[in-house]
């Protein structure tokens, strides 16, 4: 996030290329998915089911109801 604030396309100095630094954000965001992917273990998401469902569910609802207002 640092190196973003100092490189970001409205900062004076150095101008990185827009369009290529959103493709590489888009791959990067790919590949950590892809890794988190390998790493999911369905025995281990369905051991804390009873925090992992609630603790979905509330943000999603919060930010819905939130959301028109």
Do not use: C, W
């Amino acid at each position: 996030m640092v190196a973003g604030i100092f490189l970001g396309r409205h900062t004076a100095g150095y101008i990185a290329n827009y369009d290529i630094a959103s493709e590489l954000a888009e791959i990067g965001v790919i590949l950590l998915m892809f890794g988190v992917g390998l790493q999911f273990d369905l025995k281990e998401l369905l051991a804390v089911r009873a925090v992992a469902i609630p603790g979905a569910l509330v943000p999603i609802a919060l930010a819905t109801a939130l959301g028109p207002a």
